[in-house]
Every structure is written in C-alpha cells, then in structure tokens.
C-alpha cells in the first residue's frame, strides 16, 4: 500500500518542480506584505536595538530597530528582512567561504581532499588552475559524507557525493561547486547525531554578531494591528545569555535544497537558532512539530535573519528551493551605485561576486549546551 505523503512533503514537491519559472503565488515575502491585513504575518516591533558589536569594524546594521516580523501559524519564528549593509553583507560571504571552512571546522570535502590551509576558496580563485590530490583512501573518514546522505535531516541533494571528483585530484574550482556545508565550533558528527565535545572554539567576530542579534530579539512586543494580543510570547530568552557554540554553514547552487527536518541535538532549546543568508533567495518552509503540519512557504533574500524561537525552535524546516538570478547587484555588481570602497577593501571581490551570483549561503549558530 501507498503511504501518505505529509502535508511537508506535498510542500516540498510542489516547491521543488522544476518545470517553469517557480511560482511564488503562495510564498510570503515579509518585506513587501501589508502586515496590517493581519492574517498570516504579523509585524513586531523589537524592543531593543541591533547594537554595533565591536568586534567588527564596520557599520554591520542599517538601523537601530529594523522591522521584523513573525508569523501566525508558526509562533516564535521571527524573521528580519535584511537589516545589514551591504558592507556587512560582503564580510559575512568572506567569513563564510574564507575564515570558516578551514581547520578545524569541517567540511563536506575533508575525508577526501587536503584542503589548503588559505581556503578551498582562496585557491580556487587564484589563475592558476590548482588540483588538490585525492586522499579518499582514508577510509575511516569516508563515513562522514555518506552519513550524512542517509541521515533524515539532510537532502542527498545538498550533499551526496558526485561522480568521479571525489575518487581523483581535482581542480580548486571544481571541488568548489562541490562544497556542501562546513561545520563550526563544537563539530556536529553526522554518523552519531551529536556534537564532538571539545572541538574548536566558534568564530569570535561571528559570534558577536549572532550576540547581538539574539539581544535585538529578546521579548520581542507585537505592533498592535488589530488589538488581538493573544498569541504566545515569542520569544522569553534572554538574548544576552546567546552564545554561539556550534554552527552549520550551507552552500548551494541553485539546483539543490534541503529536505525537511528539525534541529534537535542541541541541549539548549529554550535558546533560539539564529540563520543568516547571503546571495541567491530561496523558498524556506517552516512547519510545526511533525510532518503533518501543513508548512509556510517563506521567501528569503540575501541577508534575511530567521530566528527559531519559542514552539518553532522545534519545527520541521527545510529549502525546497533556492532561485536564479535573485542575488543584489551590491553583491554580483560591487561598483553599481555603490559609494563604499569595495574595490580598496575587497580587491579580489569580482570572484565572490561570480560565487554568490549562483549560490546561496547560510549560516545559522546554536547554542549547545544548558550551561
Ligand atoms: O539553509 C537554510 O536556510 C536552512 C539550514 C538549516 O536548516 C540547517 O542547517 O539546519
Ligand atoms: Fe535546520
């Protein structure tokens, strides 16, 4: 007999249809919705501001209170539409395809390949056309992707290992488009489902950044539209208390997704997830506490911030799909009507430009432990 398809997995094929341009007729984007008409989405307004954290040397924050938004059916989502500068933006995508996929983060790539110590990225921009030599030989490291393929959480489309490349020396720029995900700070083992204590320290500038956003989000009031003040409280954690001690970033081209699943390993759940994305939007689906819960479909755009707060710290999520041609021209096009000095900053940035033109990244932080 054939089983029946939950109302996440109907959501999820129906996003992930190819055939045609993606419809967005149902997907909401917060950034463009009226939130007066009150019925799915409700505007916030924060209670305290985004503060400049002061270990990054830029303006990273466009405004002190940012409008954000949370929605009816999913109660403790909160998502901010892009409250970064574009400056912010940038530094993000580098620390998220330079500082952070080095050792001893880990990568999707590392049981096959030596990866430089400068970043797969830095050597994949370089002119010359670096082959990194296969180490695949290392069996006992050949579990890690594979794991992960199987595991529920993950779609083998975001992670499943491909053709030959990883059995040969490969180009730099191949091995590139075959980055899949890098873990931060304390490791996530995807064969054991938890976290491999004592592992490395988390990105310091990111954390604060995460910090301050957990601090910006804390108790966040509704706006009154309509004087209906009776959904639960949002989020009662103190973001002050917001450490970030493991992470996930995601990589996509704009073929892949991730299947539904929860996050659940973290011993911390009264602490939200903090998920920031740069570059190409996709279409998110939260959920609620099972499969069965029929998903809202979410636009997101480079430099949306979701936090999983409160019920939702706990609900069924996933990418079906991530959408073409969608990055800012602040990020493909760095000189279009930009005033600041991309080009002194970022010399080589036409090479992150060409990367988040086609892809999408995210990079969400948790806190693990109780303590
Ligand atoms: O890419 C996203 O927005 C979601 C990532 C995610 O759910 C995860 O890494 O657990
Ligand atoms: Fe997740």
Redesign the pocket.
């Given at each position: 007999m054939q089983q029946q398809q939950t109302a996440f997995r109907r959501a999820e094929k129906k996003h992930k249809a190819r055939r045609g341009l993606p419809n967005l007729a149902d997907v909401i984007d917060v950034s463009t919705i009226d939130a007066s008409d009150g019925a799915a989405v409700r505007q916030l307004s924060l209670t305290r501001d985004m503060c400049q954290p002061s270990a990054l040397p830029f303006q990273t924050f466009c405004q002190d209170r940012p409008p954000a938004y949370t929605l009816r059916d999913h109660p403790g989502l909160i998502v901010i539409p892009n409250p970064f500068t574009a400056e912010a933006q940038r530094w993000l995508a580098r620390k998220c395809l330079c500082d952070c996929t080095r050792p001893p983060n880990r990568t999707n790539l590392d049981p096959f390949f030596d990866l430089p110590s400068q970043s797969l990225f830095a050597l994949a921009s370089l002119p010359s056309n670096n082959r990194l030599a296969n180490t695949s030989m290392r069996e006992e490291s050949q579990h890690l992707v594979a794991s992960r393929v199987q595991s529920d959480?993950i779609d083998a489309g975001i992670s499943r290992p491909k053709g030959r490349i990883y059995t040969q020396s490969a180009p730099a720029a191949d091995l590139l488009e075959h980055l899949r995900w890098c873990t931060l700070g304390q490791q996530y083992n995807w064969t054991t489902k938890e976290y491999d204590l004592g592992t490395s320290a988390f990105d310091r500038e990111l954390n604060a950044l995460m910090h301050s956003i957990a601090e910006a989000i804390s108790d966040p009031a509704y706006a009154a539209c309509d004087g209906s003040e009776d959904w639960p409280r949002i989020n009662s954690y103190d973001g002050s208390e917001f450490v970030s001690q493991a992470g996930?970033i995601n990589y996509y081209d704009d073929r892949a997704s991730?299947a539904g699943?929860?996050?659940k390993t973290e011993e911390s759940m009264d602490a939200p997830?903090i998920?920031l994305s740069v570059g190409l939007s996709c279409i998110y689906l939260i959920g609620g506490p099972t499969r069965d819960t029929e998903p809202t479909p979410l636009l997101l755009r480079s430099g949306d911030v979701l936090a999983?707060c409160g019920d939702s710290r706990l609900a069924f999520?996933?990418v079906p799909r991530v959408l073409p041609d969608t990055a800012p021209e602040y990020l493909t096009q760095p000189n279009a009507g930009d005033a600041d000095d991309v080009a002194a900053r970022y010399p080589e940035w036409h090479n992150f430009a060409v990367y988040l033109g086609t892809h999408r990244i995210n990079c969400?932080a948790r806190k693990c432990s109780q303590k």
């Open positions: 959480s996930i991730m699943h929860v996050d997830l998920s999983m999520h996933g969400n």
